[in-house]
T-cell receptor, first 119, second 114 residues
């Protein structure tokens, strides 16, 4: 079985502060993929990043950065200099190769972290 | 512009009625998915389809039905057998049904059954 835990249910920060959203995953597979999605108040999930289990390089995209550590099964997401437009629910998700194939594929989502950025 | 369309945005039904939620994509994706989201919860998979005329049950398929007659369309019917149908429903698609491919989501339909 696979599982994604986002222990932070809600976070509030003041604009321009940095914030890190935690994601811990569980899987028995050696090949797997991790994702982050953003869900703004409008409801649509927006894809942010995909990472495979063989690539532990950290990634930076503008004010967003991701820290992948296999040793701790974590894939944390940091927003630098937060802005009001960053206010949303953020989901971490996991998919594993063992679940691919007819009848068995599943993308597992965490319960999400609601981020509120206060002006 | 390519994307996924779900309509309507809000839907209200009386208990005991079946209701069909539409999902259309013009991304030329083979795989399509339906998820349910409840307040404070992650997404749970209802059904998915890898190819036209084929679909598989997800974790919470009871009380739901789907069809995939066209590559672009994957409608979801919430039947009267679904005990707690009020929720936010999200449709998604991906290039192929493989773990490495990200899914793209539609804007969702909020269903309220009273």
């Amino acid at each position: 079985a696979q599982k994604v835990t986002q222990a932070q249910t809600e976070i509030s920060v003041v604009e321009k502060e940095d914030v890190t959203l935690d994601c811990v995953y569980e899987t028995r597979d050696t090949t797997y993929y991790l994702f982050w999605y953003k869900q703004p108040p409008s409801g649509e999930l927006v894809f942010l990043i995909r990472r495979n289990s063989f690539d532990e390089q950290n990634e930076i995209s503008g004010r967003y950065s991701w820290n992948f550590q296999k040793s701790t099964s974590s894939f944390n997401f940091t927003i630098t200099a937060s802005q009001v437009v960053d206010s949303a629910v953020y989901f971490c998700a996991l998919s594993a190769r063992a679940y691919s194939g007819a009848g068995s594929y599943q993308l597992t989502f965490g319960k999400g972290t609601k981020l509120s950025v206060i002006p | 512009d390519g994307g996924i369309t779900q309509s309507p945005k809000y839907l209200f039904r009386k208990e005991g009625q079946n209701v069909t939620l539409s999902c259309e994509q013009n991304l030329n994706h083979d795989a399509m998915y339906w998820y349910r989201q409840d307040p404070g919860q992650g997404l749970r998979l209802i059904y998915y389809s890898q190819i036209v005329n084929d679909f598989q049950k997800g974790d919470i398929a009871e009380g739901y039905s789907v069809s995939r007659e066209k590559k672009e369309s994957f409608p979801l019917t919430v039947t009267s057998a679904q005990k707690n149908p009020t929720a936010f429903y999200l449709c998604a698609s991906s290039m192929v049904h493989e773990s490495s491919y990200e899914q793209y989501f539609g804007p969702g339909t909020r269903l309220t059954v009273t």
